[in-house]
């Protein structure tokens, strides 16, 4: 390659185009990360995780930072779905984790980690033109000094909603646009008298409200106290939204009118008190889009670039932080020349179904907070059923993505999920399967001593890390199994029969391309 061609930019900076690099980085690569602002922004835009990227982060050793726990995650027993209260004290296992954290904490976490991994990591260099050729793409870079470009053998666009890497190179970007409701949302400051000791707010004669979504007649009230003292307090009226403009800033007296509008009685709040960074924004509409490639030739797009939708349920990072670590072991690999044929295209194949299943349930939750008396009769019912277990359950595991599973090849019953942990013994001393995926490589884990993991894997082990492994608090889950980088399971096996080893190889194969041609060492 060229001196003068880079491997990868990305363009943006925030959690998602973070953590690709952090992914990249571990596989020995040195992305550049663009981004416009000279700084990161201090805006609270999201506020938590919520789902399977709760796991997703402990397997990378990062829970501990973003939770402030050192214990491992543990599901949360209730959840939302739709403003109906959602109880999981009865779905075993439970797949909702939870984490709060504001997403200015989340970048300063991941860009220490990116520095720390050695990423080149460029504030205030903008993207603004793209050059793509066939294997390569060009970009222009506006920076303080002055403007320059880059040539790299690939380009992700990490870059939003309003993405310019999607739109200069003509990706497609088919959903819809609802425009019939205004949506407000600030910190605020509520007098003591309100709070009803359990970390929600009682409002006289309108009822208790806890964390998250509230429907009622005049729309819907949200409430979330995050940071103590300083609640999230907002509400979405359906109502035309043509009397505002994009440029029109909220106030935080609109704000307090909506609140008063919607609950029909006033609420006292006041601005937050010190300097900030404090949320007062307001939206109007909802787009809800997917784009219709996720790749073309060099460029590929990641994050809000590649799907938006509503924020009710919180999850834009559990299905965007997924995508980074579906694609940055795929993109490494096709980089360091290993990657079996059409291994980059399975990025595309494998989550562009999981965005879509995203919209399906985030539009069903925007139905059921919906005014009119048919709404109400559809919320008893619905509430009726999450009441069932089974019900539960599969709720569950479509707001955490627990309930995906990838084609990978292999029929077992664990091949295509996500890897189920479990604590272990090894020649390294206890440990849990999470934590034999800190540095993002493959894990060929064996509990029974009939597969030697080193013999069973040579001429992958450059690649793969074999383990040898005994399970401790419970029973191994298996005899044997492959396990990508992305924590997805690409095959496993109950008895080590040739019939299995021969499918272990096909996976090897399949994933991680062809064996060294005289065995390697790790």
């Known amino acids: 390659m060229p001196e003068n061609i880079v491997d990868i930019v990305i363009a943006g900076a925030g959690p998602n185009g973070l953590m690709l690099a952090c992914e990249l980085a571990l596989a020995g690569l040195r992305p550049i990360v663009l981004d416009r602002l000279p700084a990161p922004s201090p805006e609270p835009k999201a506020n938590g995780l919520a789902g399977q990227v709760v796991r997703v982060l402990d397997m990378r050793g990062l829970y501990g930072a973003f939770s402030g726990s050192p214990s491992a995650p543990a599901p949360t027993p209730r959840y939302i779905f739709g403003g109906l209260p959602l109880d999981l004290t009865a779905v075993q296992p439970n797949p909702v984790h939870v984490v709060f954290k504001p997403q200015p904490e989340m970048v300063e976490i991941l860009t220490k980690r990116a520095i720390d991994l050695g990423v080149d990591l460029r504030w205030g260099h903008e993207l603004t033109d793209i050059d793509p050729a066939r294997d390569q793409v060009t970009v222009t870079v506006s920076a303080p000094d002055g403007p320059y470009p880059l040539t790299a053998r690939f380009l992700v666009g990490a870059d939003g909603g309003k993405s310019l890497v999607r739109k200069r190179i003509g990706i497609e970007f088919p959903g819809i646009t609802s425009d019939g409701h205004v949506s407000r949302v600030g910190h605020a400051t509520l007098p003591g008298e309100f709070r009803s000791g359990d970390g929600g707010i009682e409002i006289p004669g309108v009822g208790r409200f806890g964390l998250g979504h509230h429907r009622l007649e005049r729309g819907i009230f949200i409430y979330a106290e995050l940071d103590p003292g300083r609640p999230i307090i907002g509400t979405m009226e359906f109502q035309g939204g043509e009397q505002f403009s994009d440029d029109e800033p909220l106030t935080f007296e609109e704000l307090r009118e909506s609140v008063e509008r919607v609950l029909g009685a006033p609420l006292p709040i006041t601005p937050p008190p010190g300097p900030g960074p404090h949320t007062l924004r307001r939206t109007i509409g909802q787009n809800t889009r997917v784009a219709q490639h996720y790749r073309q030739g060099a460029v590929l797009l990641l994050g809000?670039?590649?799907?938006?939708?509503?924020?009710?349920?919180?999850?834009?990072?559990?299905?965007?932080?997924?995508?980074?670590?579906?694609?940055?072991?795929?993109?490494?690999?096709?980089?360091?020349?290993?990657?079996?044929?059409?291994?980059?295209?399975?990025?595309?194949?494998?989550?562009?179904?999981?965005?879509?299943?995203?919209?399906?349930?985030?539009?069903?939750?925007?139905?059921?907070?919906?005014?009119?008396?048919?709404?109400?009769?559809?919320?008893?019912?619905?509430?009726?059923?999450?009441?069932?277990?089974?019900?539960?359950?599969?709720?569950?595991?479509?707001?955490?993505?627990?309930?995906?599973?990838?084609?990978?090849?292999?029929?077992?019953?664990?091949?295509?999920?996500?890897?189920?942990?479990?604590?272990?013994?090894?020649?390294?001393?206890?440990?849990?399967?999470?934590?034999?995926?800190?540095?993002?490589?493959?894990?060929?884990?064996?509990?029974?001593?009939?597969?030697?993991?080193?013999?069973?894997?040579?001429?992958?082990?450059?690649?793969?890390?074999?383990?040898?492994?005994?399970?401790?608090?419970t029973d191994a889950p298996v005899a044997a199994l492959l396990i990508r980088p992305d924590g997805y399971v690409a095959w496993a096996t109950d008895d080590v029969t040739p019939a299995a080893q021969e499918g272990l190889r096909n996976a090897l194969h399949r994933w991680f391309g062809a064996p060294a041609l005289h065995g390697s060492t790790a």
């Open 304 to 473: 809000d670039a590649a799907h938006v939708h509503s924020a009710m349920g919180g999850p834009g990072l559990n299905l965007g932080l997924q995508d980074t670590v579906n694609l940055g072991w795929k993109l490494a690999a096709e980089i360091r020349g290993w990657a079996p044929e059409g291994l980059l295209d399975t990025y595309e194949s494998e989550r562009h179904p999981v965005a879509e299943r995203v919209v399906m349930y985030s539009l069903s939750q925007a139905a059921l907070v919906s005014p009119g008396p048919e709404i109400t009769a559809l919320r008893e019912l619905f509430g009726e059923l999450l009441r069932l277990p089974a019900a539960a359950a599969h709720i569950a595991g479509l707001l955490a993505g627990s309930d995906i599973r990838y084609d990978v090849g292999d029929d077992h019953r664990l091949s295509g999920y996500f890897f189920p942990d479990c604590a272990l013994e090894t020649a390294g001393g206890p440990t849990r399967i999470a934590e034999l995926l800190r540095d993002a490589r493959p894990l060929l884990v064996t509990f029974d001593t009939a597969l030697d993991p080193v013999a069973a894997a040579a001429g992958w082990t450059d690649r793969v890390t074999p383990i040898a492994a005994t399970a401790t608090a």
